[in-house]
């Protein structure tokens, strides 16, 4: 019913952006929550930054402040997240998530809706 599409992940060099971009559809759909979380190879999936549609306030992982920036377009159904100052320890696959009760932030287990990723690799 619902699908979440993410772009603009790709190979950057260290120090480099990049700026993903999650895609909702689905005609009932309805979020509290955006977030963004990551996965890399043999490692488990963490969160990197969330969203709350109402009254915008932001969350980041320690490791992604003051460099990653969520942000939304309610009028596109889009969730992007900007991405600076790129180390190679940021290489993974990007997911972007939605969450429908206000449960949850931090934790993936909270999240209802998935998309299928975008990589991003960061060279040294």
């Known amino acids: 019913q619902v699908q979440l599409v993410e772009s603009g992940g790709g190979l950057v060099q260290a120090g480099g952006s990049l700026r993903l971009s999650c895609a909702a559809y689905?005609?009932?759909?309805?979020?509290?929550?955006m977030g963004w979380f990551r996965q890399a190879p043999g490692k488990e999936r963490e969160f990197v930054a969330a969203?709350?549609?109402?009254?915008?306030?932001?969350y980041y992982e320690d490791s992604v402040k003051g460099r990653f920036t969520i942000s939304g377009d309610n009028a596109k159904n889009t969730v992007y997240l900007q991405m600076n100052s790129l180390k190679p320890e940021d290489t993974a696959v990007y997911l972007c998530?939605?969450?429908?009760?206000?449960?949850?932030?931090?934790?993936?287990?909270?999240?209802?809706?998935w998309g299928q990723g975008t990589q991003v690799t960061v060279s040294s």
């Open positions: 969203i709350r549609w109402s009254g915008g306030p932001t």
């Open positions: 998530a939605a969450e429908t009760t206000g449960r949850g932030i931090w934790s993936p287990f909270m999240y209802d809706y």
């Open positions: 689905g005609r009932t759909f309805s979020s509290y929550t």
